[in-house]
Nanobody
Framework: VQLQASGGGLVRAGGALRLSCAVS????????VSWFRQAPGKEREFVAG????????SYADSVKDRFTISRDSAKNTVDVQMNNLKPEDTAVYYC???????????????????WGQGTEVTVSS
């Protein structure tokens, strides 16, 4: 499985960005693609995840009601629409895939075997 992230940039607080993760390779309905982020000096943290089936999503509390994750089956991408961005959202964002997960989306980045390159998001105040 190969992943390629795109869409980062510089935006003012209150603005919006859309990140996209192009996914290629073998996946199944039980595969999960998630977005993580890592700010300087901080641990990598879960942002949002989605089953490849599109039937279940999961969000970190810090982004709930502001971010929306979705899967575009025609383009084979997993996108995250980020609205009402805050300076604390500044980080390098990574998409990652796990080929098979159970009932709930795992939030521990160590469980993901496939990673895209990071894309930088900077939110100015």
């Amino acid at each position: 499985v190969q992943l390629q992230a795109s869409g980062g940039g510089l935006v003012r607080a209150g603005g919006a960005l859309r990140l996209s993760c192009a996914v290629s390779g073998r996946t199944s309905s039980r595969s999960v693609v998630s977005w993580f982020r890592q700010a300087p000096g901080k641990e990598r943290e879960f942002v949002a995840g989605i089953f490849w089936s599109g039937l279940q999503t999961s969000y970190a509390d810090s982004v709930k009601d502001r971010f929306t994750i979705s899967r575009d089956s025609a383009k084979n991408t997993v996108d995250v629409q980020m609205n009402n961005l805050k300076p604390e959202d500044t980080a390098v964002y990574y998409c990652a895939a796990d080929l098979a997960q159970g009932r709930n989306i795992i939030r521990n980045w160590r469980s993901y075997n496939y990673w895209g390159q990071g894309t930088e998001v900077t939110v100015s105040s």
